[in-house]
């Protein structure tokens, strides 16, 4: 997995992490990321009782990767801090006809709407994407945001087997990234 993946797909920032160096274990397939967060000995991640930080030299720290995305891409099953939110955050998948159906009944107003639909491969190849503008401010303050649409994404280029995983991840502005999963019949 490239840098740039890894970081997407947590959507950390390199200053955020102030990387030194990224790299997967051939042994486990863990992806960890190397970084200057403390020199004085390993420090757990906060909030993840299962996060893997280990001592690599005196001046950085590993991160395992697999826990951190487990931290921050919230689910249906796991919505995590965001408990309560699954409803309208989490996307819901359906294949019908070779194509797939994302539904995501999210509000859509200018302060608080979803951003964008990833559709990923199980090995997290982004086979499709769409984005949503910022919506125009409400005309009346009382004004009902409009609800986002289904996303239909045409499964045809794709060539897909059964039993192939696609994942659909959603960013919202204010509650991260939430991921729906489906199998191709």
């Excluded at 990321?33 to 690599?56: F, H, I």
């Excluded at 005196?58 to 919230?74: E, G, I, K, P, Y």
């Excluded at 409400?138 to 794709?158: E, G």
């Amino acid at each position: 997995m490239k840098r740039r993946d890894v970081l997407e797909t947590i959507g950390i920032s390199v200053a955020s992490l102030a990387l030194v160096r990224c790299s997967q274990d051939a042994g486990t397939g863990r992806t960890e990321v190397s970084s200057a967060l403390t020199t004085d000995g390993p420090r757990p991640v906060k909030g993840a009782a299962d996060a893997t930080v280990n001592q690599n030299t005196a001046s950085s720290t590993l991160v395992n990767v697999d826990s951190m995305v487990a931290m921050t891409v919230f689910s249906k099953a796991k919505p995590g801090k965001w408990a309560g939110k699954e409803g309208t955050h989490a996307p819901t998948l359906s294949i019908a006809d070779n194509k797939l159906q994302v539904s995501t009944p999210h509000g859509m107003a200018r302060d608080h709407y979803i951003m964008w639909h990833q559709l990923r491969n199980k090995a997290g190849l982004i086979l499709a994407e769409v984005s949503f503008p910022q919506p125009a401010a409400a005309a009346t303050p009382d004004a009902i945001p409009v609800t986002l649409a289904p996303t239909i994404f045409d499964l045809t280029p794709l060539k897909l087997k059964a039993g192939d995983e696609l994942r659909v991840y959603s960013l919202c502005n204010q509650h991260g990234i939430w991921v729906g999963t489906t199998t191709v019949a």
